[in-house]
């Protein structure tokens, strides 16, 4: 499913009415579209465009508020760009560039007091970029430890001088959009510079962790477009956290707390956090998804998504609910190829290989096959099971022409017979296709003795893996 939540956040509008125009001149361009883009997520998105005529004027302008943020303009043939900040209350901007070649310098921007602030910072970056990169590249050609000292020493020093420029500036306008972008990148320095041991290396991990939103204030809309925000909740979820399903959950509990009185952060953060989690990276976070979606989503919170969105996180929520990582597996209630009912809780084996599969599938035909020459090179001796499942009636001869001709007689090889289907849909419950996520085949989980979930849809080499290890701790 193509990004749910990346579409939500398009889509998201803000009912205040005020118009606003930006007035742009370049004159290198007489000609082609320009476009007014702001940062939104992971990408520039769109807000307005306009035709540039033969006097290199565009005008953008719409009947809503531009929201505080960093905006960008893009100039004809999309291969520059220029930003600027918005602030509160902006309705009107004149924005003047006279050469794309160094737009720090040709460029003047009014309206929108917040770049005066702006043009100074990068008017200073640009002073010191150069010569830091000097430094850099000098270090990096070194040929004695003295000029690579030297090097690194310059360098620091310049960092240092850009670091205080930063500092002073949050210190003497707080309050300005460019302070809070700044104080939004900052990163906590670290107690022990330079770990010896374990212990310090956790100690420091720790302090960053805890430490790692001081410069962010959740309450603060503008830094939402913002080129800096969206990387570092990515680096906190995918690097920070630890990523147990408790952890993850904990920690966007807490993001989305801080959050809740600034309707648009909070929304940001609810989407993020349910596209992040929608298919998750790692096998078992599935159960975030469920927890946003009992949580906040099934409570009605998120009522500005559309029809067809919520019904995509709901029907995904159902289809993961019930087999989460550690949770005792949904019985089935299958029979064989000659109709004896065979219950899964019934198999009585130290682990059971649960597999869903159809002989028309090639990737099944392929698998299976492998599947079982390591169970019975292995798995079978440790009193490991198998129970196969058919998913396709209509492929009732063919499924036992397989079994009979690969010989995987010892496995346990079962269906859902047309009696037992009519039976769970007359009683309104939910299918096995839903109860364990079948959307593709072959689908495999791994049981633990008392039928509860370990692992699931992994490949036959993960599974291998991890069944070789359970076997070896649970041995005395």
Same mark, same amino acid.
Request: hydrophobic fraction near 35%; include cysteine; proline fraction near 5%.
């Given at each position: 499913?193509?990004s ?5 956040l398009?889509?998201l ?8 125009t ?9 000609s ?5 883009t702001?940062y939104?997520?992971k990408?520039m998105?769109v ?7 033969? $006097?290199g ?11 505080p943020?960093?905006y960008s303009i ?8 220029f930003?600027?900040?918005?602030g ?22 009014d309206?929108?007091?917040e ?6 910072? =990068? ?7 150069p010569?830091m990169?000097h ?5 990096m ?13 310059n ?12 500092e ?10 460019l302070?809070?972008l ?6 906590p320095?670290?107690?022990i510079?330079y ?17 790692y939103?001081d ?7 503008r830094?939402?477009?913002s ?12 690097q920070?956290?630890?990523q ?6 904990k920690a966007?509990d807490y ?12 929304? #940001? ?8 989690y ?6 078992g ?5 469920v ?17 067809k969105?919520m019904?995509?996180i ?5 289809m993961?609910?019930s087999?989460?990582?550690?949770k005792?597996?949904a019985p089935l ?12 809780y ?12 159809d ?6 035909? =392929? ?6 020459s ?7 001796k ?9 998913t396709?009636?209509?492929? #009732? ?5 397989f079994?009979?001709?690969?010989k995987?007689?010892d496995?346990?090889h ?7 289907? $009519? ?5 309104k419950l ?11 085949t072959p689908t ?8 509860r979930?370990?692992a ?5 080499e993960q599974?291998?893996?991890?069944l070789?290890?359970?076997i070896k701790?649970?041995?005395?």
């Open positions: 499913m193509k749910v939540i990346t579409t939500a398009i889509l509008c803000f009912t205040a009415k005020s118009q606003y930006v007035n742009l001149h370049t004159p290198q361009f007489d082609g579209y320009a476009y007014l702001y939104y997520g990408n998105n807000e307005d465009s306009a035709l540039v005529d033969k $006097k004027n565009a005008l953008f302008k719409k009947e809503t508020p531009l929201q943020g960093v893009v100039f004809p043939g999309k291969s520059r760009s930003d600027f900040l918005v509160d209350n902006v309705t009107k901007m004149d924005i003047q560039v006279k050469d794309t070649n160094d737009l720090v310098l040709n460029s003047k921007v309206g929108s007091p770049n005066a602030l702006f043009q100074k910072y =990068q008017e200073f970056i640009a002073s010191k970029g010569a990169e430094e850099r590249s000098a270090y050609q070194s040929k004695t430890t003295a000029d690579s000292a030297l090097h690194e020493k360098y620091r020093e310049l960092s240092q001088q850009l670091t205080n420029y930063r002073k500036l949050i210190e003497d306008e707080p309050n300005s959009m302070a809070a700044l104080k939004s990148m900052k990163e320095t670290l107690p510079p770990p010896k041991n374990r212990q310090d290396t956790l100690e420091n991990y720790n302090y960053y962790k805890k430490h939103w410069g962010v204030t959740f309450t603060d809309k830094i939402i477009r080129p800096f925000f969206v990387p570092k909740v990515e680096r906190y979820f995918r920070i956290v630890d147990s399903p408790d952890s993850v959950i966007a993001l989305l707390l801080l959050s809740r009185t600034t309707p648009e952060m909070y929304k #940001f953060l609810l989407n993020w956090l349910t596209d992040e929608f298919n998750p990276k790692f096998m976070q599935d159960a975030v998804f927890h946003l979606f009992e949580k906040y989503h099934s409570k009605g919170v998120s009522n500005w998504l559309n029809e969105q019904k995509a709901t029907d995904r929520a159902y993961v609910m087999n989460l990582i550690g005792p597996a209630l299958m029979a064989d190829s000659s109709g004896k009912e065979i219950p899964l019934n198999i009585k084996s130290n682990f059971t290989v649960v597999v869903f599969w002989p028309s599938c090639g990737h099944c035909q =392929q698998e299976l096959p492998k599947l079982d390591v169970f019975k090179a292995k798995w079978k440790e009193g490991v099971a198998i129970y196969a499942v058919l396709d009636n209509s492929h #009732f001869k063919s499924w036992k022409t079994i009979a001709d690969h995987l007689g496995w346990t079962v269906y859902e017979t047309d009696a037992e289907k $009519k039976k769970v849909e007359d009683a939910p299918s096995y296709r839903q109860l364990y996520d079948v959307i593709q495999i989980y791994l049981l633990d003795k008392d039928k979930i370990i699931k849809k992994l490949t036959l599974m291998d893996e991890l070789d290890t359970k701790n649970s041995k005395p």
